[in-house]
């Protein structure tokens, strides 16, 4: 049964819950759990964290906690009943907790660790605190320590400071805002700052006395380590002032034995001392610590015959320094001991011992010996602050070691008045003895007794020093053989005090010899009494005592014999009458000097004191004694203050008349002294003789009298320190006559009340004349006004003992009233004035209502004043902080109703014009950043307006009503109005309190925000209709606006709970002050138009504000605003502008989100729908709401670590709305600039000039004047078109897009032409030709590009369900493409298919990323179709300025056929329309429209050789007319690939597909077709006859087995094609040839081959197919024919399981020899035959989409196959070298290393030509060796393969090119590997020179004999007939030739090498002779030595020339070059 809980309320988790049981609540330790029922042993209840959430946990999971439940039932609250500092730690340590993990993650290290360990201590110090086993003390040091570390996290967290009162949070509803202001600026450093606060206050109210901390210096001896001595020490430690040559302190004594350890065991660990009350003063002397070492043993150390050994001496041994200077730093720092080191240093000479110390602090060396060791003494020092009963609570430990407190000499700084001393410090300095007939001087000791009157020693009344006990008597150490001897020895007499009168002092001298007996013997002795006759103390000074001579046999029994005799010469003058025939006899030569200091509160040396406290034995000289007085000095007047009180009452009773004045003065001076700090504490003394001892009743009359005339006497005396003296005494002297008037009361049961009265009454007036007097001319009185004013505060609680509060009141009024305003007194008046008038406030009458009703006007009269001249502003805030302290204290109890009401009067207006000067002279501080006056700082600024908001607070509704009804004019509440706005608005600008200041600053907005609900009726009711005042409502809606956007309103930033606790208080701020604007809007009428355009801006920021209430509120005031326009103007463009405007600005600030948009579309509709203007409304606000869209897309991408990419996309889609649909040109061209920026930031320099085109079109050629804007000058419309021209063309040149730049260069040259600026002219058409020169030389690469499409609503608005078509940077293939747009879109997903999505896809909440490659369909086909257009030109207009893009993906329709898939193979094109050509002012473009159609197996084969017959014919063509020269390898390629595909295949499965004769039946529709087909077929093999015919013309001897091969395979593809085509057979071949072997190539691929093994692939073989399907195109497929499908698979191992199963691979289209280019299967796996696709199925890791790429089957197909199908590389790099400038191929299987140089080209299919081709090249070229590939350490797809290299004699080696198509690669050759073997050939096969890394071609077109300058050729060739390569030699070329130059120089070399017919190098490769430095080689993008990469010296230039006939070989290369010919002989 689960029933209510009564106690168990709330309780915290022990031990996690996992909530495994039904309705189990989920808890983690630490929780707090609020429970609500429980049932055996089960509780049910909801953790803090997730209240909503109930559920029940194990009842002993959980520890219960102490609590309050309030409001119990169903809605309780429950509070834990503990400290509240512990209750804030905890929840401050979980929010901390969360931020301390973010910093890890920020990398803020430091601050990580340093939270750590303040979070350790906090947990640390609250275990102590929840323990409950501290002292009160202890508590209190603890919550300091936590408030300081909470402090110190919360600062440098960033979150909120906590205002706190005695150390905890203080509830902002019970103070007053001036109160909770002084506390954060005391919580801002909680420690430091609170003293100083005080400190500030207590100077404030000018009371000066700060009592100084004493210090205490603790010294501990660790060991005395110089062990040489070998027996007992002393060691006397004290303090000594260098500067004063005085010891300051009574000396420590530590006795040791001879081993160096304490003499008593029990002090082991104990030698330690407490030098005690050190002021800050004595801290800055010249302080040592000076340590005296004294022996007890024999007298010389060495000298063992120096007396017998049980004689003990005390004697000098050494002494040790330490400056405190030095350590000082060091140990006030620390809170534990610090260790020192002291050497101890020895005499050389007795003589000087009593000034050792000085002589090392000196450092004379010469007088002193330094130690052989750095042993010495090893002490530890520490320093202590604070009282000494403070010390003993702090550091029990020291006090536990039994420490010896060793006091100052003489008193400290501040005496304490229960300190009891009476010590008499005696030092023995020195005497001076005679010879007495010896040889040598004596060994004199002196013995000093203590005697009491009746000749009895006493007892333990001598100390040598702290830490021993007292002795009865002490020797001092003997000097050796020293007549005048020096002791300097301070020994410490504390005698008792009532045995010190008639006590005498002895001193004994002895002379020690050091003879066998070692015996003492006595020869003198001097005394001295401690008191004289007077009953003065001995005085403190140096004292010449006589020595009277004696015997050892002299007693000194009767001590009467000798006291009778002087003691000294002063005694001896005193008595001159002295027996002669004493039993002694004064020695006269003999003498002793001693001094004494006297340290006692109870004995004087003051004879003037003694005789005023003994005045009745003098009553004649009591006026003298009196006068006297006053050289007294304050120690002694302290230490008899009690007596001298009694005494002065006393001669007062005695004679009034006569003695009142001088008692009253030496009362004044008495008072007066104890105002010093070294004496304050004494004033609780006086104060309890006030109450308890003073008895004298008749002396308030006298005192009174004295005092009213000293006042009376002010205005006439020149000299008035008397009367000063007096005032500053007030206090007291008002104490004394009301304790008197009191004690007479008592005694006469009332009597004389009226006439007491009445004199007080008299008194004051006085008071009042003082304070009324002019002071202006005297300085003086000036002195005793201020005197007056100072003290006057301190009287009014004397006061109260005799009057009523009323009366007090009143007396207080009058005296404040009486003084002169301001403008009459001088400033410093002036501050002592409101000095004394904030004491009169902080005084206890102050509190009383009754007494405030009364003070308070005149207080604030003069604050009043003060503020209306801005003078002290910072002791008035003070004032009035105070007054609103004690206002809010009252309010809680009463009503202060009309205490407010004055203050409002009074105050309001003055406070808020004190705030704006205030606030306007800091802004123009801030301006001048001059040197800020006092008046200006933060502080006075924020003091004010915690005023400000004290009485605004303070203010009810009656206030506010009498406060508007009491103005005049509507034109001063209008003033009023201003001013309170205008503050206001300034406290949310100018930020007065700091961020942190969270408590304030709600506190700030609360009460605005009811002042302006107070306010807004007065002005609604005084300035709408005829009075409409534009400027108040203006204010009044500035000030709403701000309020709504202030930082610390929007709760949406803070964390629940903290949002949670706001809300509760307060409520939303931001919503009360939106209604209120709101209604306030509303009462506006027919003036909103006044409000039209200005508040549009405003209010929209206020709309942003991310509050849903808010936005609701707000957003119809737009409808509002539409409609007034319309009514007025009848349309609203205004609105509509500016609404635009502002929402640009406002979002890109940050503000406003997907919500906003659609509400305001949604409110806005909802009100249009009414009007009669709604098509306007509902066109304006769509197109503001899209505009939306775009600008917080645009904001989301600029704000986030989003890519360029995304960037420029969004910023051309705003750019676009801007202009197309807004039409603001301003916007407009802002954004192409942003857009321009962005480009030239992505290195898009294409862009970028297309994007500053579109301002260029919105310029004309005028002279027209354009405004400064954006960075553009003023200057002419003319002059910035013509900037922007040059800047275009500029970014034109270094796009490379010269084509474009070129129309710009010839428009401003018309312009300079027109105005004859030749100069100008010249340089553009120079540069307009540089640019034709460059399109002609210089490289360029054809992009790739790709269409993209994205699909789901989690894409921004602009790409959302949209389709692009992307141009890609250079050399980036479909992958990297790919993994871009996934990096750029993280969340996105890859679809797999190349289909449209269905709509599920378009409406999920997710990304989805559909990519494949698209081909370009150029526009401008007339260029591409004519011949002689060099390809360079025609290479631009294939890839710019294109908007149709294309993709094909084959599919079969119906059955398919598995003899020949060609027949059901169908192929389905799609064209793209772009909305713009690319490229453009982006990448990228959306797709328009998009257009499909299917081509049928005939259309597609008709296409595919048609294309090819072109492409044969152009070749052919240009060989015929000698366009290429010398090099035919890419004739016979391409001739080879075309018979040999016919052969295999080809052409002839288009013969049985379409042919036959079942197909021509079934398809009568397609006999036009199929003949056509025929044609083309014949055409073909006409076309092939003519090329064989020029093949055979210009073959190369050596490459006659070549062509005698093709000339069969001609034959053989005839004759198959006969049987279809008749007419063939009557070609004859053009030439014949025998066929050679065909050869083999030897490669290594990955996996499944091992590294190390070669294996021979043959020609058949599948490595070989699916080589040549990398670049499949057929041998009759053309470059333009149809790109194929989309989906690449990525495997690792599909390739190589085992050959047949790849070989089987034919089957497919993909790989059969009459695939197209465009019309291979789709690259779904689907395409390749079912059983393969079973048997690969599981080596696909991963399908993507992956774009076909232009003019060949993308290598989107199967780059798989690069990875295990290494030969795709190899066969690439052959077919490159052989077929010339063809597409480029894009493959983003790439390695850097293979884009590193140009790769193969793409129009490839199956062409077997390759594999005829490999005979030849493996017969010239050497083994191609390929080096063992260290598995998976290459990206996949790298092929590291070394091609053998032809050297030729070039004088520099260009860098492999970052290129990817031959069109484009002028690259010389490169050397060979010196691994693999030399060519025999020299320049005949050239072709095949290769990049080492990737076994890529680098050829240029030049190679194949584009330049008709061949160059010259230093070595000889004889055996190469020259007439084997050009058979047309003499036929010039039509062109010129071209540079082809890697470092692509802008104009052509003006000298050339003449031309030579030699054919060493191929033709368009010119060495340079020497002009150019070799190009620096790029980075090797190769891998670290030794994992497959190539030596460096592959890489070096090795221009050696060699002859053909001496191929060179090394070893390695001799074994691979057997290796492979073995190889070749296997098979």
């Known amino acids: 049964?689960?029933?209510?809980?009564?106690?168990?309320?709330?309780?915290?988790?022990?031990?996690?819950?996992?909530?495994?049981?039904?309705?189990?609540?989920?808890?983690?330790?630490?929780?707090?759990?609020?429970?609500?029922?429980?049932?055996?042993?089960?509780?049910?209840?909801?953790?803090?964290?997730?209240?909503?959430?109930?559920?029940?946990?194990?009842?002993?999971?959980?520890?219960?906690?102490?609590?309050?439940?309030?409001?119990?039932?169903?809605?309780?609250?429950?509070?834990?009943?503990?400290?509240?500092?512990?209750?804030?730690?905890?929840?401050?340590?979980?929010?901390?907790?969360?931020?301390?993990?973010?910093?890890?993650?920020?990398?803020?290290?430091?601050?990580?660790?340093?939270?750590?360990?303040?979070?350790?201590?906090?947990?640390?110090?609250?275990?102590?605190?929840?323990?409950?086993?501290?002292?009160?003390?202890?508590?209190?040091?603890?919550?300091?320590?936590?408030?300081?570390?909470?402090?110190?996290?919360?600062?440098?967290?960033?979150?909120?400071?906590?205002?706190?009162?005695?150390?905890?949070?203080?509830?902002?509803?019970?103070?007053?805002?001036?109160?909770?202001?002084?506390?954060?600026?005391?919580?801002?450093?909680?420690?430091?700052?609170?003293?100083?606060?005080?400190?500030?206050?207590?100077?404030?109210?000018?009371?000066?006395?700060?009592i100084p901390i004493p210090h205490h210096l603790f010294l501990n001896l660790k060991s005395f380590t110089y062990n040489s001595i070998g027996e007992d020490t002393d060691i006397f430690f004290s303090l000594y002032d260098m500067r004063e040559g005085k010891q300051i302190s009574e000396r420590f004594m530590v006795?040791?034995?001879?081993?160096?350890?304490?003499?008593?065991?029990?002090?082991?660990?104990?030698?330690?001392?407490?030098?005690?009350?050190?002021?800050?003063?004595?801290?800055?002397?010249?302080?040592?610590?000076?340590?005296?070492?004294?022996?007890?043993?024999?007298?010389?150390?060495?000298?063992?015959?120096?007396?017998?050994?049980?004689?003990?001496?005390?004697?000098?041994?050494?002494?040790?320094?330490?400056?405190?200077?030095?350590?000082?730093?060091?140990?006030?720092?620390?809170?534990?001991?610090?260790?020192?080191?002291?050497?101890?240093?020895?005499?050389?000479?007795?003589?000087?011992?009593?000034?050792?110390?000085?002589?090392?602090?000196?450092?004379?060396?010469?007088?002193?010996?330094?130690?052989?060791?750095?042993?010495?003494?090893?002490?530890?020092?520490?320093?202590?602050?604070?009282?000494?009963?403070?010390?003993?609570?702090?550091?029990?430990?020291?006090?536990?070691?039994?420490?010896?407190?060793?006091?100052?000499?003489?008193?400290?700084?501040?005496?304490?008045?229960?300190?009891?001393?009476?010590?008499?410090y005696l030092t023995l300095e020195r005497g001076d003895f005679e010879r007495g007939g010896k040889s040598v001087q004596k060994n004199i000791e002196v013995t000093i007794y203590v005697l009491y009157a009746d000749g009895e020693i006493l007892k333990d009344c001598i100390s040598l020093g702290s830490g021993e006990p007292h002795v009865s008597e002490h020797r001092s150490f003997v000097l050796y053989h020293n007549n005048s001897p020096r002791w300097g020895e301070i020994i410490k007499l504390p005698i008792p005090i009532d045995r010190f009168r008639g006590s005498h002092l002895r001193f004994e001298f002895r002379h020690c010899s050091t003879k066998d007996k070692g015996e003492k013997k006595l020869f003198g002795f001097a005394f001295t009494p401690l008191m004289r006759e007077d009953g003065t103390t001995l005085s403190d000074e140096s004292h010449e005592l006589y020595v009277y001579?004696?015997?050892?046999?002299?007693?000194?029994?009767?001590?009467?014999?000798?006291?009778?005799?002087?003691?000294?010469?002063?005694?001896?003058?005193?008595?001159?009458?002295?027996?002669?025939?004493?039993?002694?006899?004064?020695?006269?030569?003999?003498?002793?000097?001693?001094?004494?200091?006297?340290?006692?509160?109870?004995?004087?040396?003051?004879?003037?004191?003694?005789?005023?406290?003994?005045?009745?034995?003098?009553?004649?000289?009591?006026?003298?004694?009196?006068?006297?007085?006053?050289?007294?000095?304050?120690?002694?007047?302290?230490?008899?203050?009690?007596?001298?009180?009694?005494?002065?009452?006393?001669?007062?009773?005695?004679?009034?008349?006569?003695?009142?004045?001088?008692?009253?003065?030496?009362?004044?001076?008495?008072?007066?002294?104890?105002?010093?700090?070294?004496?304050?504490?004494?004033?609780?003394?006086?104060?309890?003789?006030?109450?308890?001892?003073?008895?004298?009743?008749l002396a308030y009359k006298e005192l009174i009298r004295c005092l009213k005339w000293y006042m009376d006497r002010s205005a006439e005396v020149i000299r008035q320190d008397h009367i000063q003296e007096a005032m500053r005494a007030l206090e007291y002297l008002f104490k004394f006559i009301v304790q008197s008037r009191i004690l007479y009361s008592r005694a006469t049961c009332g009597m004389e009340e009226e006439q007491f009265r009445a004199s007080i009454q008299e008194l004051f007036q006085s008071i009042r004349f003082v304070l009324s007097l002019d002071s202006r001319s005297s300085e003086t009185l000036i002195f005793t006004q201020a005197a007056l004013l100072n003290s006057f505060p301190a009287i009014f609680d004397e006061l109260l003992q005799m009057f009523t509060v009323q009366e007090v009141a009143e007396f207080v009024r009058g005296t404040l009233g009486s003084m002169p305003s301001t403008v009459h007194i001088g400033q410093s008046m002036d501050v002592v004035k409101l000095q004394s008038i904030a004491r009169t406030v902080d005084s206890r009458l102050f509190s009383f209502p009754e007494s405030r009703r009364i003070l308070l006007p005149v207080v604030l009269h003069h604050i009043h004043l003060h503020l209306r001249q801005q003078k002290e502003l910072l002791i008035c805030s003070g004032i009035l902080g105070s007054i609103f302290s004690i206002i809010?204290?009252?309010?809680?109890?009463?009503?202060?109703?009309?205490?407010?009401?004055?203050?409002?009067?009074?105050?309001?207006?003055?406070?808020?014009?004190?705030?704006?000067?205030?606030?306007?002279?800091?802004?123009?501080?801030?301006?001048?950043?001059?040197?800020?006056?006092?008046?200006?700082?933060?502080?006075?600024?924020?003091?004010?307006?915690?005023?400000?908001?004290?009485?605004l607070r303070q203010m009810s509704d009656i206030h506010f009503q009498h406060l508007l009804d009491n103005f005049q004019s509507k034109e001063e509440l209008k003033e009023f109005l201003l001013k309170i706005f205008c503050v206001f608005r300034n406290l949310m600008k100018l930020s007065i309190f700091p961020r942190d200041w969270m408590v304030m600053r709600l506190l700030t907005s609360n009460i605005i925000v009811t002042t302006v609900q107070y306010l807004s009726p007065a002005l609604h009711k005084n300035f709408t209709e005829s009075d409409f005042d534009f400027k108040v409502w203006n204010s009044y809606f500035s000030l709403a606006v701000l309020y709504i956007n202030q930082p610390s309103l929007q709760l949406e930033t803070l964390t629940p709970a903290k949002r949670k606790k706001i809300l509760d208080k307060y409520g939303d701020m931001r919503v009360m002050m939106a209604y209120e604007l709101f209604s306030m809007w509303q009462n506006l009428g027919e003036n909103k138009i006044h409000f039209i355009p200005g508040m549009i801006g405003p209010f929209l920021g206020v709309t942003l504000v991310p509050q849903h209430e808010v936005r609701n509120i707000m957003i119809p005031i737009f409808h509002d605003m539409m409609d007034w326009e319309q009514r007025k103007n009848g349309n609203f463009k205004q609105v509509e502008a500016e609404l635009i405007d502002k929402l640009d600005s406002l979002v890109s600030e940050g503000k406003g989100d997907e919500n906003y948009r659609e509400l305001f579309s949604l409110l806005l509709l909802e009100k249009i729908e009414q009007e009669t203007w709604r098509e306007t409304g509902i066109s304006f606000v769509t197109s503001v709401t899209r505009l939306m869209e775009r600008l917080l897309d645009y904001r989301d991408c600029m704000k986030g670590d989003e890519t360029e990419n995304k960037k420029i996309g969004c910023t051309v889609n705003l750019l676009n709305f801007y202009k197309s649909e807004i039409n603001k040109e301003e916007m407009y061209i802002r954004y192409i600039h942003k857009l321009c920026d962005m480009h030239l930031q992505a290195e898009n320099y294409t862009e970028a000039a297309f994007t500053l085109l579109l301002y260029w079109e919105l310029l004309n050629w005028e002279d027209r004047p354009l405004r400064e804007f954006l960075h553009y000058p003023a200057q002419s419309e003319w002059q910035?078109?013509?900037?922007?021209?040059?800047?275009?063309?500029?970014?034109?040149?270094?796009?490379?897009?010269?084509?474009?730049?070129?129309?710009?260069?010839?428009?401003?040259?018309?312009?300079?032409?027109?105005?004859?600026?030749?100069?100008?002219?010249?340089?553009?058409?120079?540069?307009?030709?540089?640019?034709?020169?460059?399109?002609?030389?210089?490289?360029?690469?054809?992009?790739?590009?790709?269409?993209?499409?994205?699909?789901?609503?989690?894409?921004?608005?602009?790409?959302?369900?949209?389709?692009?078509?992307?141009?890609?940077?250079?050399?980036?293939?479909?992958?990297?493409?790919?993994?871009?747009?996934?990096?750029?879109?993280?969340?996105?997903?890859?679809?797999?298919?190349?289909?449209?999505?269905?709509?599920?896809?378009?409406?999920?909440?997710?990304?989805?990323?559909?990519?494949?490659?698209?081909?370009?369909?150029?526009?401008?086909?007339?260029?591409?179709?004519?011949?002689?257009?060099?390809?360079?030109?025609?290479?631009?207009?294939?890839?710019?300025?294109?908007?149709?893009?294309?993709?094909?993906?084959?599919?079969?329709?119906?059955?398919?056929?598995?003899?020949?898939?060609f027949k059901s193979l169908w192929i389905e094109r799609t064209t793209l329309i772009l909305t713009h050509p690319l490229p453009g002012i982006s990448r990228w473009f959306e797709v328009e429209k998009r257009e499909v159609v299917e081509v049928s197996p005939l259309e597609n084969a008709i296409y595919v050789v048609e294309n090819k017959n072109h492409e044969l014919r152009t070749l052919i063509s240009q060989y015929q007319h000698k366009q290429l020269h010398g090099n035919i390898n890419l004739l016979s390629m391409c001739l080879n690939g075309v018979i040999d595909a016919a052969v295999n295949g080809g052409i002839a499965r288009y013969q049985e597909a379409f042919f036959d004769k079942e197909y021509i039946t079934s398809h009568p529709e397609d006999t036009e077709k199929i003949t056509q087909l025929k044609d083309l077929m014949q055409e073909q093999v006409h076309i092939l006859g003519v090329g064989l015919a020029v093949h055979e013309k210009l073959v190369h001897p050596e490459m006659r087995p070549l062509h005698k091969k093709l000339i069969d395979q001609?034959?053989?593809?005839?004759?198959?094609?006969?049987?279809?085509?008749?007419?063939?057979?009557?070609?004859?071949?053009?030439?014949?040839?025998?066929?050679?072997?065909?050869?083999?190539?030897?490669?290594?691929?990955?996996?499944?081959?091992?590294?190390?093994?070669?294996?021979?692939?043959?020609?058949?073989?599948?490595?070989?197919?699916?080589?040549?399907?990398?670049?499949?195109?057929?041998?009759?497929?053309?470059?333009?024919?149809?790109?194929?499908g989309n989906l690449v698979i990525l495997t690792d191992g599909l390739v190589g399981e085992t050959a047949d199963d790849i070989y089987r691979m034919q089957a497919s289209p993909s790989s059969s020899s009459l695939s197209s280019t465009h019309s291979a299967p789709s690259q779904m796996i689907n395409s390749a035959p079912s059983s393969i696709r079973d048997k690969y199925r599981h080596n696909r890791e991963m399908v993507m989409l992956l774009?076909?790429?232009?003019?060949?089957?993308?290598?989107?197909?199967?780059?798989?196959?690069?990875?295990?199908?290494?030969?795709?590389?190899?066969?690439?790099?052959?077919?490159?070298?052989?077929?010339?400038?063809?597409?480029?191929?894009?493959?983003?299987?790439?390695?850097?290393?293979?884009?590193?140089?140009?790769?193969?080209?793409?129009?490839?299919?199956?062409?077997?030509?390759?594999?005829?081709?490999?005979?030849?090249?493996?017969?010239?070229?050497?083994?191609?060796?390929?080096?063992?590939?260290?598995?998976?350490?290459?990206?996949?797809?790298?092929?590291?393969?070394?091609?053998?290299?032809?050297?030729?004699?070039?004088?520099?080696?260009?860098?492999?090119?970052?290129?990817?198509?031959?069109?484009?690669?002028?690259?010389?050759?490169i050397p060979a590997s010196p691994t693999s073997p030399q060519s025999g050939l020299d320049g005949s096969n050239s072709t095949l020179s290769g990049s080492a890394s990737s076994g890529v071609s680098s050829l240029s077109e030049s190679n194949f004999g584009q330049s008709s300058e061949p160059p010259a050729r230093t070595d000889t060739m004889d055996s190469v007939p020259s007439q084997a390569w050009n058979t047309d030699e003499d036929i010039e070329s039509p062109y010129l030739p071209v540079r082809y130059s890697i470092s692509e120089p802008d104009v052509l070399d003006s000298v050339k090498p003449p031309p030579c017919r030699s054919h060493s190098a191929p033709g368009g490769v010119t060495p340079q002779d020497g002009h150019h430095d070799p190009p620096a080689l790029p980075p090797k993008p190769y891998l670290p030595r030794g994992e497959g990469s190539i030596p460096e010296e592959e890489i070096r230039p090795r221009p050696m020339p060699r002859k053909i006939s001496q191929p060179l070989m090394s070893n390695k290369e001799e074994q691979a070059k057997v290796a492979w010919e073995h190889g070749i002989n296997e098979e």
């Open 1610 to 1684: 001609f034959q053989m593809m005839r004759s198959s094609l006969c049987h279809g085509l008749p007419g063939l057979e009557k070609l004859s071949p053009a030439c014949s040839g025998s066929s050679t072997p065909r050869g083999n190539i030897h490669m290594t691929s990955h996996s499944p081959m091992s590294p190390e093994s070669m294996k021979l692939v043959h020609r058949h073989s599948p490595l070989n197919l699916l080589g040549s399907i990398r670049h499949s195109s057929s041998s009759l497929s053309s470059h333009t024919s149809s790109e194929t």
């Open 549 to 697: 001579k004696c015997d050892e046999n002299t007693t000194f029994s009767n001590h009467a014999l000798y006291l009778g005799l002087p003691c000294c010469k002063d005694d001896f003058n005193g008595c001159p009458n002295i027996p002669s025939s004493l039993i002694f006899q004064r020695s006269a030569k003999e003498t002793l000097w001693i001094s004494t200091q006297l340290s006692s509160t109870k004995l004087t040396q003051n004879v003037d004191l003694l005789a005023l406290l003994k005045w009745k034995a003098h009553p004649d000289r009591v006026m003298d004694i009196l006068g006297r007085l006053r050289h007294v000095s304050g120690e002694e007047i302290v230490k008899f203050l009690q007596d001298i009180l009694d005494t002065l009452f006393s001669i007062l009773d005695d004679n009034t008349d006569k003695y009142g004045p001088l008692v009253f003065q030496s009362l004044v001076f008495i008072i007066n002294l104890l105002r010093d700090s070294k004496y304050y504490h004494f004033r609780p003394v006086m104060d309890t003789y006030i109450l308890k001892h003073f008895a004298g009743a």
């Open 1 to 210: 049964m689960w029933t209510p809980t009564e106690e168990e309320k709330i309780g915290v988790v022990i031990c996690n819950f996992r909530g495994s049981v039904p309705q189990g609540l989920i808890l983690e330790i630490g929780e707090t759990v609020q429970i609500l029922e429980k049932c055996e042993g089960w509780y049910r209840g909801f953790s803090a964290r997730k209240p909503a959430i109930k559920g029940i946990f194990p009842a002993s999971y959980v520890h219960l906690k102490k609590a309050i439940v309030s409001n119990r039932g169903q809605y309780e609250t429950v509070t834990p009943l503990e400290d509240p500092i512990v209750t804030e730690v905890t929840s401050t340590l979980q929010e901390w907790a969360v931020l301390w993990k973010q910093l890890y993650v920020k990398h803020k290290v430091d601050l990580f660790y340093k939270l750590r360990h303040v979070m350790n201590e906090l947990i640390d110090l609250r275990r102590q605190l929840l323990s409950g086993h501290l002292t009160q003390d202890q508590v209190r040091d603890v919550k300091r320590h936590i408030t300081v570390r909470l402090d110190w996290g919360n600062e440098h967290l960033g979150l909120d400071l906590v205002p706190r009162k005695e150390f905890e949070m203080v509830d902002a509803e019970q103070i007053s805002v001036s109160d909770l202001y002084k506390m954060h600026l005391s919580s801002r450093h909680s420690v430091q700052q609170s003293t100083s606060q005080g400190d500030s206050i207590r100077q404030r109210h000018g009371e000066t006395c700060r």
């Open 255 to 424: 006795k040791l034995n001879k081993n160096g350890g304490p003499k008593n065991p029990e002090k082991i660990d104990r030698l330690c001392a407490l030098f005690t009350d050190l002021s800050s003063k004595d801290l800055k002397r010249d302080l040592y610590i000076v340590a005296h070492i004294i022996r007890t043993g024999r007298m010389l150390i060495n000298d063992s015959k120096k007396g017998p050994p049980h004689v003990q001496y005390r004697r000098p041994y050494g002494c040790t320094v330490l400056s405190m200077n030095d350590v000082l730093q060091s140990i006030s720092e620390l809170k534990e001991e610090k260790d020192f080191v002291l050497k101890v240093y020895t005499c050389n000479n007795e003589n000087e011992w009593y000034q050792i110390h000085e002589n090392i602090i000196r450092k004379s060396s010469t007088k002193y010996t330094a130690p052989s060791t750095n042993y010495g003494l090893i002490i530890s020092l520490q320093l202590l602050r604070g009282e000494m009963e403070q010390i003993r609570r702090e550091n029990p430990m020291i006090f536990n070691r039994g420490v010896a407190v060793t006091r100052k000499l003489g008193f400290p700084d501040v005496i304490m008045p229960g300190d009891i001393r009476n010590d008499l």
């Open 1747 to 1869: 774009p076909p790429h232009r003019d060949r089957p993308s290598s989107a197909m199967y780059p798989a196959m690069t990875e295990n199908g290494q030969p795709t590389n190899f066969h690439r790099a052959l077919m490159q070298q052989m077929i010339g400038p063809c597409k480029p191929c894009s493959d983003p299987n790439l390695s850097v290393a293979e884009k590193a140089v140009p790769t193969a080209p793409s129009s490839w299919s199956l062409d077997s030509g390759t594999r005829e081709a490999m005979p030849f090249l493996t017969a010239h070229v050497g083994n191609i060796m390929v080096p063992p590939v260290p598995p998976r350490t290459l990206p996949p797809g790298h092929f590291s393969m070394h091609f053998d290299a032809f050297h030729h004699q070039i004088s520099d080696l260009p860098p492999a090119l970052p290129a990817r198509c031959l069109r484009k690669s002028p690259l010389h050759p």
């Open 1280 to 1461: 910035r078109k013509e900037g922007l021209c040059r800047k275009v063309i500029h970014y034109f040149n270094k796009g490379k897009c010269w084509e474009y730049g070129i129309p710009l260069c010839r428009e401003l040259a018309c312009q300079y032409e027109a105005l004859y600026d030749y100069q100008s002219l010249s340089w553009i058409r120079k540069m307009e030709a540089a640019y034709y020169d460059n399109i002609m030389e210089q490289q360029r690469l054809e992009p790739e590009f790709f269409r993209v499409g994205f699909y789901g609503r989690k894409f921004p608005f602009f790409l959302r369900n949209k389709e692009f078509v992307c141009r890609g940077h250079d050399y980036e293939r479909l992958e990297a493409f790919q993994q871009r747009m996934l990096g750029e879109f993280p969340q996105a997903i890859a679809m797999q298919h190349p289909n449209q999505p269905d709509e599920t896809i378009l409406q999920c909440d997710a990304q989805y990323l559909q990519i494949y490659a698209v081909t370009p369909i150029p526009e401008n086909m007339d260029v591409l179709q004519l011949d002689r257009v060099p390809d360079r030109i025609k290479s631009f207009y294939r890839v710019n300025n294109v908007r149709r893009f294309r993709y094909d993906r084959p599919f079969h329709k119906g059955p398919k056929d598995r003899d020949n898939e």
């Open 888 to 951: 809010k204290a009252s309010s809680l109890e009463t009503s202060v109703q009309e205490e407010v009401e004055m203050m409002v009067e009074s105050l309001l207006d003055v406070l808020l014009q004190t705030l704006l000067t205030i606030m306007s002279k800091s802004q123009s501080q801030e301006a001048v950043r001059g040197q800020r006056c006092p008046q200006c700082t933060a502080e006075i600024t924020g003091e004010y307006v915690s005023c400000l908001l004290s009485l």
